[in-house]
């Protein structure tokens, strides 16, 4: 885990301080609501329907217990005793009062917490793969290249007023989980001869116009990761549109301009930056890469033969450990040590949702079972990355007493779903009466485990945050004259196959939705070629009629009735 | 005559800024013309005045415009709004790419909380919106006192400083 130095410390400590003052003088009048706007969201201050929404950034999702520990106590000391973890990693907490603010980032600052441009026309958060540095199909361990970016852009002046939001997600590996081209620009760390390098994409996003990331460049060398970025942010800077906030993505620029002009925009701007001053004090040298990779080394794992355990021989005794230990714990790349999934998708629990005192637990946990860090997922969920076999019993006794042991992960109640129109000012419908009522219908574990992997989605509007465009079912919730309305595409995926879903037709009402996707799930499981045929595949072989039939069958039976 | 910022100081503005196109320069003023009277009268200003200044939209290409510029004393930039970053690019090309040594102006919806931003990129001269406070605005360059990137002004990257560090 990357550690502070005396100068993070530092520049982390006047920013506080800088928002601190701004906050002062709004609360005073000294500073109009319009101004103090654009202020605020680089604070990942948020205006939502009841409060502000304050967004924490987790740089590519990961965590460690002091972290954890420190959550606990400002949920419970600012907020109303929950935080949420959502789609790009980060923790947004609901009722934070606006005074008090500026000392819950204080808090948070103490143990390298922030809230750097967590919302706003900046460059966001950056994602990661969450099993990064533990996959077994990773190539290259992405994390020391997200901190280098991270700190290259933190409060950058040049790209800190930009056109709109710009976020970047990081992969090493073969497997695509950070639904990377769903970024304005995804970076896929990977070697070509032997040698580190960076495939780039750029111009995805979701909302209005959900595209996915086109290739820029197939292979950046590794000490260019700062100067291709620059190339990219300068290119978005000058050229994005400021006249239309529903334009104004970059992606819109490469749609407007066509693939060849933009890439050869960015190529240039990156080649003028390499034959310049400004490149030679962009370009990596290999110490400063291997500084950084210092912070991510592979904790001290204990032998094999010492922490081995006969999960199998568990998993025959207890029925629901070993439901748990199928869905919920992966291989891990080194012998005796499991990967471990936390759902955040418990029967009644907001997706994403994590009390006070599950932080606590977390906390405890990692200490005890994963060298003290936790990641959080794309999924809305959390692992322990590093969990040694023989612990595998004790963890899941302790997650199940704590309720984050549901063993639902990558299955139908695992949905991914933003917090909706009970609490964003923006949302146009509810999503987590959806969730639970679709939830109700599949709690039963036989029935997910027949059905197999499938990823539903779900968002309050069309800003996409439930990320509902790459969903294999995507919900997007819609005003029909103040009613809450459906819509439903099938098809979209955020992975290595990415995808944006299609629309299947008319939207569906609040009492209709829940039986339309039971009936597409049914209709799945009746059509599919045999039991290992998943959703998507289904999907992808039968195309969207035979679903759409059976998700408007009530249509027909209403117009045969009539 | 107004009171902006330049060089870290509160000093009286010298400059006229002659937006509407028809100011005429007096032999001992120093006036800013838009881009495209400069381009129409570039001759006809600098014979008639003491200095002329050119401020550039934000829309422009400062690379491909700069031969036109390059030996003026001052090149205003603009700021329709703040959250307008265009020319924040602009300056940061003017200053490292193409040398711009001369005064680089910030003009328009100039906030006390831009301040910070354009000391980074290069921005020598600031002229604030009417109602700030220009003390507050002075104070707010060294709002920050750490960076971690280069931009166009004295920091060294942060790798860089920890590469030194770790060697010394």
Redesign the interface.
């Known amino acids: 885990m990357y550690r502070y ?1 005396q ?1 993070d410390r ?2 982390l400590a ?2 506080t301080e ?1 928002f601190r003052d ?1 906050t002062r003088r709004f609360l005073a009048g000294e ?1 109009s609501e319009d ?1 103090f706007r ?2 605020r969201l680089r604070n990942g201050l948020y205006q939502q329907r009841h409060a502000p929404m304050l967004r924490i950034s987790v740089p590519y999702g990961l965590l460690e217990s002091a972290q954890l520990r420190r959550m606990a106590h400002v949920v419970r000391q600012y907020d109303k005793g929950y935080g949420h973890f959502t789609t790009r990693q980060n923790i947004q907490l609901n009722w934070p009062q606006l005074p008090e603010v500026p000392d819950l980032l204080a808090e948070l600052a103490e143990v390298q917490l922030h809230s750097i441009q967590a919302c706003g ?1 900046d460059t966001r958060n950056i994602t990661a793969d969450y099993l990064a540095g533990v996959a077994d199909d990773e190539i290259v361990d992405p994390r020391p290249y997200c901190e ?1 970016l991270r ?12 056109p709109r939001k710009f976020k970047f997600g990081f992969t090493g590996a073969k497997v695509d989980r950070a639904a990377t081209r769903t970024n304005d620009a995804a970076v896929h760390v990977l070697r070509r001869d032997g040698a580190i390098g960076y495939r780039f994409f750029v111009g995805g996003g979701l909302g209005r116009q959900p595209l996915l990331g086109q290739e820029m460049n197939a292979f950046v060398p590794e000490s260019d990761l ?1 100067l291709y970025a620059c190339a990219i942010l ?1 290119t978005f ?2 050229f994005g549109r ?1 006249d239309n906030i529903h334009k104004a993505r970059i992606k819109i620029v490469l749609r407007e301009w066509g693939i060849e002009r933009f890439r050869a925009a960015i190529e240039a701007e990156y080649a ?1 930056i390499g034959s ?3 490149g030679e ?2 370009r ?2 290999p ?2 890469i291997e ?1 950084m990779r210092s912070y991510f080394s592979a904790p001290h794992y204990r032998p094999a033969p010492e922490a081995a355990a006969d999960v199998d021989a568990l998993t025959a005794r207890d029925p629901r450990f070993a439901a748990w230990v199928r869905r919920n714990v992966r291989a891990h790349k080194v012998p005796g040590y499991r990967i471990v999934f936390v759902s955040l998708k418990a029967p009644g629990q907001a997706p994403g949702d994590c009390t006070a005192e599950q932080f606590e637990t977390l906390a405890g946990l990692c200490d005890a079972y994963s060298f003290g860090e936790l990641r959080s997922t794309y999924d809305q969920n959390l692992v322990l990355a590093d969990v040694a076999e023989r612990d595998l019993y004790e963890l899941w006794v302790k997650l199940d007493a704590a309720r984050l042991a549901t063993p639902n992960i990558g299955l139908t109640t695992d949905m991914i779903a933003c917090p909706g129109l009970d609490f964003c000012g923006l949302a146009n419908a509810g999503t987590l009466g959806v969730t639970q009522d679709i939830y109700r219908r599949f709690d039963s574990l036989d029935a997910q485990y027949e059905i197999g992997p499938i990823r539903i989605t779900m968002s309050g509007c069309m800003n996409g945050c439930g990320h509902h465009s790459v969903g294999h079912i995507g919900i997007l919730g819609v005003d029909k004259h103040g009613e809450e309305w459906y819509q439903v595409t099938l098809g979209g995926s955020p992975g290595n196959d990415a995808a944006i879903g299609e629309r299947v037709g008319r939207s569906l009402a609040r009492n209709e939705i829940a039986d339309g996707i039971e009936r597409l799930i049914r209709a799945y499981l009746e059509l599919r070629s045999d039991d290992d045929e998943t959703f998507i595949e289904c999907y992808r072989r039968i195309g969207m009629a035979p679903l759409k039939a059976r998700l408007y069958e009530t249509d027909d039976s209403e117009a045969a009735a009539a | 005559m107004s009171r902006i910022i330049r060089q870290h100081a509160i000093v009286e503005n010298d400059w006229t800024l002659a937006v509407d196109g028809t100011t005429q320069p007096r032999a001992s003023g120093k006036l800013i013309v838009p881009l495209a009277r400069w381009r129409a009268e570039g001759e006809e200003l600098v014979a008639g005045a003491a200095a002329i200044g050119v401020l550039l939209p934000n829309t422009e ?1 400062a690379e491909a415009i700069y031969p036109e510029i390059a030996d003026r004393p001052l090149i205003a930039l603009q700021f329709p709004v ?5 020319a ?2 602009q300056a ?1 090309l003017l200053r ?2 193409l040398g711009f040594t001369g005064e680089l102006r910030a003009v328009g919806d100039v ?1 006390r ?2 301040v ?2 354009l000391g ?2 290069g921005f020598d001269a600031i002229v604030p919106r009417p109602d700030q406070d220009l003390e507050a605005c002075r104070s707010a360059l060294d ?9 166009a002004d004295a920091h060294e ?7 030194s560090r ?1 060697t010394g």
């Open positions: 130095d100068i530092e520049l006047q920013r800088q701004q500073l101004d654009q202020l026309n280098l700190q290259f852009v933190a409060l950058h002046p040049e790209f800190y007023w930009l700062l300068r800077n000058r400021r003028k310049s001053a400004e004090q962009l990596l040298l110490e400063d500084r | 290409d703040f959250a307008d970053g265009r924040l690019t940061v490292n790419r906030v909380d831009l910070f931003w980074r990129c709002e920050i006192r750490v960076a971690y990137q280069p931009a990257p942060v790798w860089a400083r920890r590469r770790a």
